[in-house]
Structure formats: structure tokens, C-alpha cells
């Protein structure tokens, strides 16, 4: 068990039912030891692990993780192509492990630039799991919020084009509907490491209202007892969604 029984009663009041996090810090975590990138990314994957271990002990239902954006690409190809290899080889090593644990593996982003054959093993794993719910896992990979946003709008438009859909009756509910997130509930919080304060084009519709938890430590150190006290805090803030205290 990766969390002590203290940690797990400490987040027990008010659990963060969908958690978010922008994983950052990798290449720089390997760098600062004189390291090639890949090895932090590498590493990174190992977090991740961790990170998906413990998240029901703290009572979280959903996760969402950012692990490739749509402005990845910019990298090197030497980068670019490690990291598609890392998500194959992840998906190959932990499918056992996650049907096992009841975790429900789910893939958000636009598949159409991916390798083929990852595009495969995503949807392999996504089927292996699809019945499982002791963990919603979403991983978001070439995804950006807003081509995301643009790919449900052009959704909406070819639909009232055929006559399918009403203009009018557009609303909240079915533009979400045609998101990636589509059925999946907002994040309550979302947590970027390495001690930038960006966004970086992640759930802008979905976070709207979520809370923020900005920390200095890499991906590759943050673990599970930083996570908790990241709960707990949580646990202490008052969410109006827009309201007034009472």
C-alpha cells in the first residue's frame, strides 16, 4: 500500500472526486543531473505508476493526467518519438496491473496523428478495461483544449448542417457532450508541478471552475504524501462555484 493509514484518514473529509494534473518537470529533472530527457520522462512514467496506486486511497474516482500536447510536436524528433515509444511501452507493461487494480483506462486528444499501431493499444486497453470504475483513468495525449474545442464545434455545425440538431437547442450540456470529456465529470482540481503557473491549454472548459495547486517539485519527485497534503489542503478551501458564503 502506498499511503499510510494516517494520510488516508487525514483526506477523508472532503475527497477530491476528479483530480487533474499537468505533468511537468521531466526534462528538466533530468538535465539538472546531466541526463538525457528521456531518462526524466522515463522516470516520469515510473510517478505515474505511483501517482494511479494511491489515488483511491485518498478517494479519488477520476484522474486525468497530461502527458502529450498538441504543441509537443515542436520538440525534437529524437524526443517526440521517445515519448510515443515510453506511452506503447507503459500501456504494454501496466494493461495486467490496471485490470487488476479495477482501474478504467480512457484516452482523450485528437488519435488521428498517432502511430497506428499506438492507436491500436490504446483502443485495446480501453476495451480491457471499459467495465472497471474503482478508478476512472483518462490520459490526454496530442490533446489541446483548444483544438478540442474546435473539434466539438465542428461537430455541432456538421450536425445542424444534415438537420440533425437544432441551432437553438445548443446548449451547455450538449456542446460538453461532444468534448473528448464527454460523460466524464469536471476536475475538482488540477495540479501542475515544476513551479510554472500555466494552464498550457488543458480542460479550459472543463476547469472553469476548478481549483488550482501550483507546486514547485518535478514530476519525477512528486509522490504520493505531497499529493495528500495537496488533498488536504484542498479539503479546507470553500468552493461558491459563482455563490456567495453562507
Known sequence: RVLSKDLQVGVA?????????IMDGNGRWATNR???RLVGHRKGAERVREIVRAAPDLGIRWLTLYAFSTENWKRSTEEVLGLMAIFA???EREADRLAKAGVRMRFIGDRSRLDPKLQRMMAGIEARTAG???LNLTVA???????EI???VRKIAEAAAQGILD???VTEAAFAERLDTGGLPDPDLVIRTSGETRTSNFLP???AYAEYEFTETLWPDFGPEELAAIVQRFSNRERRFGGVSR
Not at 495525449?141 to 483544438?147: M, V
Open 89 to 91: 511501452r507503459y500501456i
Open 167 to 169: 441551432p437553438r437547442h
Open 132 to 134: 472497471l470504475d474503482r
Open 13 to 21: 473529509a472532503r475527497p477530491v472526486n476528479h483530480l487533474a494534473i
Open 205 to 207: 472548459w472543463q476547469a
Open 150 to 152: 474546435v473539434r466539438a
Open 141 to 147: 495525449i496530442n490533446y489541446g483544449g483548444r483544438d
Open 34 to 36: 546531466g541526463w538525457a
